[in-house]
């Protein structure tokens, strides 16, 4: 009961300290919940596709390795030989909504396919060269789980929280890559970061309740 206490009580302080990420995330989030209702999955992503450039592809597929596993890998690496002491935090955040994701994709949401799949027939499509097309185990994006994942814990440990808005805007840009590159349907992307922001900030105010619970707790 003492840690649910503490624990609501760290949750609020978090969300406040970090007003300006998780605002800027719920702008963002609610955003793309209106195109979600407003507008057929195959036509926001002819319409996200159909935005392509050379330059544009470029930057798709730099931005998309910004939620690849190895890329987190690395950055968490360096979070942890900068401060040790969060090598749990990191590893939890990192890996806990990424592994819930894989699960999702495997077990209730096996048989979503991916637009390379679905939407095969469409000519207009944009394909960017050396782009390995997936096909199945669309819902949700793994790509975009990791990024807000990695952003979110990022944001969180950041010493500048007025700057908490360019974490969420480079978080969303790897979900839209996906989109951008046939990789996913923009309810991949929508799923994938609200669980990886809700299991980032849970994970987090957790430790910071558990903590602070053993303090204020007498042997």
Same mark, same amino acid.
Request: hydrophobic content about 50%; glycine content about 4%; proline content about 4%.
């Given at each position: 009961?003492?840690?649910?206490?503490?624990?609501?009580?760290?949750?609020?302080?978090?969300?406040?300290?970090?007003?300006?990420?998780?605002?800027?995330?719920?702008?963002?989030?609610?955003?793309?919940?209106?195109?979600?209702?407003?507008?057929?999955?195959?036509?926001?992503?002819?319409?996200?596709?159909?935005?392509?450039?050379?330059?544009?592809?470029?930057?798709?597929?730099?931005? #998309?390795? $910004?939620?690849?596993? +190895?890329?987190? %890998?690395?950055?968490? &690496?360096?979070?942890?030989?900068? !401060?040790?002491?969060? *090598?749990?935090?990191?590893?939890?955040?990192?890996?806990?909504?990424?592994?819930?994701?894989?699960?999702?994709?495997?077990?209730?949401?096996?048989?979503?396919?991916?637009?390379?799949?679905?939407?095969?027939?469409?000519?207009?499509?944009?394909?960017?060269?050396?782009?390995?097309?997936?096909?199945?185990?669309?819902?949700?994006?793994?790509? #975009?789980? $990791?990024?807000?994942? +990695?952003?979110? %814990?990022?944001?969180? &440990?950041?010493?500048?929280?007025? !700057?908490?808005?360019? *974490?969420?805007?480079?978080?969303a840009a790897v979900g839209l890559s996906r989109v951008y590159l046939l990789q996913h349907f923009w309810a991949d992307i929508m799923a994938g970061s609200i669980l990886a922001?809700?299991?980032?900030?849970?994970?987090?105010?957790?430790?910071?309740?558990?903590?602070?619970?053993?303090?204020?707790?007498?042997?």
């Open positions: 009961m003492q840690l649910a206490k503490v624990y609501f009580q760290q949750l609020c302080k978090l969300i406040l300290h970090n007003k300006n990420f998780y605002m800027s995330f719920v702008v963002l989030w609610f955003l793309g919940l209106y195109f979600q209702l407003t507008t057929p999955q195959f036509q926001l992503s002819i319409f996200v596709n159909s935005l392509n450039s050379p330059l544009a592809d470029s930057m798709m597929i730099y931005t #998309t390795y $910004a939620g690849d596993g +190895l890329f987190l %890998l690395f950055i968490g &690496l360096v979070l942890v030989a900068f !401060n040790r002491s969060l *090598w749990l935090v990191t590893l939890l955040s990192l890996s806990v909504p990424s592994l819930i994701t894989q699960l999702l994709k495997r077990t209730i949401f096996e048989d979503s396919h991916r637009p390379a799949l679905l939407m095969a027939q469409i000519p207009e499509l944009h394909y960017v060269e050396g782009v390995l097309m997936n096909q199945y185990n669309s819902f949700p994006s793994g790509h #975009t789980t $990791a990024a807000f994942s +990695l952003y979110t %814990l990022l944001a969180l &440990l950041s010493i500048s929280k007025k !700057n908490g808005w360019f *974490w969420a805007v480079i978080a922001v809700c299991v980032v900030t849970f994970i987090y105010t957790f430790f910071a309740a558990k903590l602070r619970v053993d303090e204020i707790t007498p042997e």
